[in-house]
């Protein structure tokens, strides 16, 4: 069977939702495919930074998106000591209508997303649809190839098909783009503890020890727990077992130790295989690569989701009108990376310089925390942590909504509807 779109997006992630829904309220008929049947899965980007926070207001969504489950960190401080901390990034110094990064389970997002996209008469998403290959004719991308829910084969040509598709993105292989891939020593193990009504944590605060380290995250009722270690030694730590494990954590935050027994096996402890690589170039005539498809971002900062809602945002208001007139050309499509380049690369360079300088000196045992000279500049010179705060919160070049999928807020919307 063979379909027509303007638009098809492959994966309804962040960046492939966003995309959906602004195009959509250009008047773009646009067909998000996303693999899974749902959007529940866990240890995916959860932090939306301030400048998601702020479009989504501009979208009129933030009435919705306060109504979902969610905690809020006002800064990231490394402690010094029993009752001493420094304050790295200070959100609450930022002078944005936000000033915290807020911590939501990435399915409530998308699904709040796909909600406002689905109030849109051009928005199509298609649950349990995979896209396997890519149409090519004269050279050019003209659509994909899927495999449905029950397992038919199909095809929907497109003016436009967008990989969405994460780090490991098919339709990039597909396409032979291959990434620029940097050199990471890290990975991460992600895993929940309980939570406890005296949990008093408005920040992220790394505790550190010898080989490895540890980044809380309080989260609705639980904490999120990040273990780092070196790259490669998943098997090694499986091995140990569950109780090496344990005594780990409880080694690295003394004030965990009393819940690290709901830790069952280690098949509840899930290894994320860190990447930091980018694409040299993010389009072929008829194809854009955006978000982990383009450029794969360490998890330090936290700042792989907001990149790519902010390459969304930037595609969909270059791609909008050549969409709406029916042709989009590769000078276009170029255009999106050359406006979406610099933050990344700046990005990238500060996740490589915290990998070298304060990463892995925790894990080669030769210091616990950022360097003596950072740490005397971040006590007696406050405004650094507010040039961090606004580095990772809002970034080098925060994008707006296009005017086109502006809306009121819901609450004022209704007044104005009555």
């Given amino acids: 069977m063979t379909e027509q779109t303007t638009c098809v997006v492959v994966g309804g992630g962040p960046a492939g939702m966003v995309l959906g829904l602004l195009l959509a309220r250009a008047g773009v008929e646009v067909t998000v495919l996303e693999k899974h049947a749902d959007f529940l899965r866990d240890f995916r980007g959860d932090t939306v930074h301030p400048s998601t926070l702020r479009l989504l207001d501009e979208l009129g969504l933030a009435e919705r998106f306060a ?12 402690p010094l000591g029993e009752d001493r901390e420094v ?37 199509t998403l298609r649950m349990r649809t995979e896209g396997t290959g890519l149409l090519r004719e004269s050279g050019r991308v003209r ?15 497109a003016d436009l098909t967008v990989a969405c598709d994460g ?15 940097f050199p990471v020593p890290i990975d991460a193990w992600w895993f929940r503890l309980p939570g406890d009504p005296g949990d008093r944590l408005n920040g992220l605060a790394p505790r550190a020890g010898r080989g490895r380290f540890a980044v809380v995250i309080p989260r609705e009722g639980y904490l999120q727990v990040a273990y780092i270690a070196r ?27 009393d819940r690290v027994a709901a830790l069952a096996s280690m098949d509840e402890v899930k290894h994320l295989d860190v990447r930091l690589n980018r694409l040299d170039r993010w389009h072929l005539d008829g194809l854009l690569c955006l978000g982990d498809a383009a450029h794969a971002m ?19 208001t270059l791609l909008a009108g050549p969409l709406r007139r029916g042709a989009v050309t590769p000078a276009e499509l170029a255009g999106v990376r050359a406006r979406r380049l610099l933050p990344t690369v700046l990005v990238q360079r500060m996740q490589r310089l915290m990998h070298r300088n304060m990463v892995m000196p925790i894990l080669d045992g030769r210091r616990a925390g950022p360097p003596a000279p950072v740490l005397a500049l971040l006590r007696h010179f406050p405004p650094m942590s507010l040039a961090l705060a606004y580095l990772i919160g809002v970034g080098v070049r925060p994008e707006h909504a296009p005017a086109f999928a502006r809306r009121p807020p819901a609450a004022r919307r209704g007044i104005e509807d009555s």
């Fill in 167 to 181: 780090r490991w993105s098919t339709v990039r292989q597909q396409a032979d783009l291959r990434p620029r891939e």
């Fill in 231 to 257: 790259k490669g030694t998943d098997a090694e730590l499986r091995a140990r077992g569950i109780g090496s494990f344990r005594r780990d954590i409880a080694e690295l935050a003394p004030g965990l130790a």
């Fill in 298 to 316: 360490s998890p330090v900062g936290g700042v792989g989701i907001n990149l790519a809602v902010q390459d969304a945002v930037a595609a969909a």
């Fill in 87 to 123: 304050v790295v990034a200070d959100f609450r110094r930022l002078r944005t209508p936000h000033r915290y990064v807020a911590m939501v389970p990435q399915w409530d997002l998308l699904n709040l997303l796909a909600g406002a996209a689905g109030e849109e008469p051009s928005f």
């Fill in 143 to 157: 659509g994909v190839r899927y495999r449905g829910p029950d397992g038919e084969l199909g095809e929907i040509r």
């Fill in 67 to 78: 109504e979902l489950p969610q905690s809020r960190l006002s800064q990231v401080a490394f």
